[in-house]
């Protein structure tokens, strides 16, 4: 069964820095892998998914997340930080065939003026 | 296109009580899933419809769970009878058809307090 460490639980970011929030995976074969972004009561929504192929992906809000096979990671990036990028981030893996998503327990962004 | 609707949105309810949490999906979504979220921890899934069948419920505790989809589209989450540990954020997603099914798309979540 696949399963996702998202190795950082709270990092404080400074509003128009970079941010680079870490994502490592448990699977056999090459997963599908995802990252959902998740606003204070609100549901989770989408940024960006890789399947195959370029191993550099861009998503919504500027955000893009490299995957590294030899390191079973896929870490999410963003050049310079807003402060509506205050949420909270899961990465979750999938396999193919298997609609169902396993999910990190996510990364709480905090953005200081 | 409307998203995921969910209905409460926050419910307190006493232990030993029963609840019932409403997932409405979007237009034209075959598959549905009702996940747990406990405070701290990513959502876990309860269990996946694909249209009105369950193809997987492993991780729904039966014993006091259940969770029907009535004719494909609307789903209801009940839980009979309520512990302590119930308490998290109850969250509904859908998926289309074909090659859209590897994403979900998530509704605002129905937040349970038991006490």
């Known amino acids: 069964a696949q399963s996702v460490t998202q190795p950082d639980i709270h990092i404080t970011v400074s509003e128009g820095a970079s941010l680079e929030l870490r994502c490592n995976y448990s699977y056999g074969a090459t997963p599908y892998l995802f990252w959902y972004v998740q606003s204070p009561g609100q549901g989770l929504q989408l940024l960006l998914k890789y399947f195959s192929g370029d191993t550099l992906v861009q998503g919504i809000k500027g955000f893009e997340a490299e995957f590294k096979r030899s390191q079973s990671s896929f870490n999410l990036r963003k050049p310079s930080v807003h402060w509506s990028d205050a949420a909270e981030y899961f990465c979750?893996?999938?396999?193919?065939?298997?609609?169902?998503?396993?999910f990190g327990a996510g990364t709480t962004v905090t953005v200081r003026a | 296109e409307a998203g995921v609707a969910q209905s409460p949105r926050y419910k307190i309810i006493e232990k030993r009580q029963s609840v019932a949490f409403w997932c409405n999906p979007i237009s034209g979504h075959a598959t549905l899933y009702w996940y747990q979220q406990i405070l701290g921890q990513g959502p876990k899934l309860l269990i996946q419809f694909q249209n009105n069948g369950v193809v997987d419920d492993s991780q729904l505790p039966k014993d006091r769970f259940s969770a029907e989809r009535l004719k494909g589209v609307d789903s209801t989450l009940k839980i009979q009878p309520a512990k302590l540990e119930d308490s998290a954020v109850y969250l509904c997603?859908?998926?289309?058809?074909?090659?859209?099914?590897?994403?979900?798309?998530f509704g605002p979540g129905t937040r349970l307090t038991v006490t």
């Open positions: 979750a893996v999938g396999a193919p065939n298997d609609y169902k998503l396993s």
């Open positions: 997603a859908s998926s289309p058809p074909l090659a859209g099914r590897y994403e979900q798309y």
